[in-house]
């Protein structure tokens, strides 16, 4: 088991940035991948951005270029660098964690705003 919270949400005007935090309740050294998803009113959740266990990243083609994803094991947190922020990533943000036994975790979400 793992328990993941996020913060790092908030109200952002178009071109600026924010950075999301995902802090695991326990080491993530065995953890085999972590990553970023969102949901926008109306949609259905996607991925945004994944980082493996060995450091491997993936993005959605729509935020490659301004989203970074990044993890400090020591910390036990994996982070989601946003810049250049569109009204189009409005969303909640969840985080995602994928252990060895390939079992599924969620953090409770995050919501991100992006307007004038």
């Known amino acids: 088991q793992v328990q993941l919270v996020e913060s790092g949400g908030g109200l952002v005007q178009p071109g600026g940035s924010l950075r999301l935090s995902c802090a695991a309740s326990?080491?993530?050294?065995?953890?085999?991948?972590m990553g970023w998803y969102r949901q926008a009113p109306g949609k259905s959740r996607e991925l945004v951005a994944v980082?493996?266990?060995?450091?491997?990243?993936n993005y959605a083609d729509s935020v490659k270029g301004r989203f970074t994803i990044s993890s400090d094991k020591a910390k036990n947190t994996v982070y989601l660098q946003m810049n250049s922020l569109k009204p189009e990533d409005t969303a909640v943000y969840y985080c995602?964690?994928?252990?060895?036994?390939?079992?599924?975790?969620w953090g409770p979400g995050t919501q991100v705003t992006v307007s004038s």
């Open positions: 995602n964690a994928v252990d060895s036994s390939r079992l599924v975790f």
């Open positions: 980082v493996t266990s060995g450091g491997m990243t």
């Open positions: 326990r080491s993530i050294f065995s953890i085999y991948a």
